[in-house]
């Protein structure tokens, strides 16, 4: 019982840090936006508005975005995949909305629908991040199992990558879901 509630202190304070330290960006990328002369820009930036925005902005911002990659789905070349990684990105946090609000069928819906899109586009990183967000779906669902899968593939995708913070990030939450099981011998990896 002890490490389920030091597991969970640490990962609120953690979340705290991270939100606190965005907060700072947001007037930043605010300024952006609005001097924002091509979509391109608007597309990075939407999308980190859309992450880090509160529980009101970042739907918004998300549906922004949603807007400007719609505006460009006649792009071609480089610009179309440009355009289908923040098609994926928007269906990610749309996704992350929708399970914030319960609506867990919608959420998956749009976890497989960014899944399948960075999957055509071999965009590894997104899935990453993908796999990471449906795995906190299915914990928080009561499913440990679907859970791991999610956080194992994540974890497989960063290493891939060399990405060391999105390794990092796999384990902690392959971690979180030995511990919640009472599993903790596994979590010496």
């Known amino acids: 019982m002890k490490q389920k509630y030091l597991f969970t202190l640490l990962l ?6 991270a939100s606190l330290a965005q ?3 947001i007037d930043s990328l605010k300024t952006i936006l609005k001097n924002a ?3 391109t820009i608007r597309c990075a930036v939407l999308e980190l508005l859309a992450e880090n925005g509160n529980e009101e902005e970042g739907p918004v911002f998300n549906e922004q975005l949603f807007k400007v990659v ?3 789905a006649a792009a071609t070349g480089y610009l179309k995949d440009f355009y289908q990684k923040y098609l994926a990105l928007a269906n990610n946090n749309l996704a992350l909305t929708e399970q914030n609000n319960n609506e867990i069928e919608k959420a998956i819906g749009h976890y497989n629908i960014a899944i399948k899109i960075s999957e055509d586009l071999n965009k590894q990183e997104v899935l990453g991040l993908i796999y990471n967000n449906m795995g906190v779906l299915y914990l928080d669902q009561g499913d440990p199992k679907k859970a791991l899968q999610c956080y194992e593939k ?5 290493e891939d990558l060399k990405d060391k913070n999105g390794i990092a990030f796999s384990i902690f939450y392959i971690a979180g879901v030995y511990l919640n099981t009472g599993e903790i011998e596994k979590i010496e990896r």
């Open 23 to 25: 907060y700072y960006n």
């Open 12 to 17: 609120t304070c953690f979340i705290k840090l």
């Open 70 to 72: 719609e505006k460009n």
């Open 37 to 39: 002369k091509h979509d």
């Open 154 to 158: 994540s974890l497989k995708i960063y």
